[in-house]
Nanobody, 126 residues
């Protein structure tokens, strides 16, 4: 059985930082692009990724314009884990963040559709 388990969410003040982690099991993590997708309160989950990372051999990364320069995605294939370092957080970043298998395309990132985590809540508020 395949699993993605996120952690690291919480309440942070504007300007603060959080690091999200997502650990995979039950599938060949190293072979998949991975991404973070978010769902703001009262809205549907966004269809495109906030940030995604290709396989280690591809070296590709993608960032939505609103998070460029503030978020950094990385992966550790030895640990089957993908990370999202979030700095300079804003209230607009408040959302449930989902980890998922993804497809990193030329100018966007979309879910692969095969594997999703359960989500972790990030709240940015003073």
């Amino acid at each position: 059985q395949s699993h993605l388990v996120e952690s690291g969410g919480g309440l942070v003040q504007p300007g603060g930082s959080l690091r999200l982690s997502c650990t995979a099991s039950g599938f060949q993590f190293v072979a998949y692009d991975m991404g973070w997708f978010r769902q703001a309160p009262g809205k549907e989950r966004e269809g495109e990724g906030v940030s995604c990372i290709g396989t280690t051999s591809s070296g590709r990364t993608y960032y939505e314009d609103s998070v460029k320069g503030r978020f950094t995605i990385s992966r550790d294939d030895a640990k089957n884990t993908v990370y999202l370092q979030m700095n300079s957080l804003k209230p607009d970043d408040t959302a449930v963040y989902y980890c998922a298998a993804a497809l990193v395309l030329h100018n966007r990132c979309v879910p692969d559709g095969k594997y999703w985590g359960q989500g972790t809540l990030v709240t940015v508020s003073s």
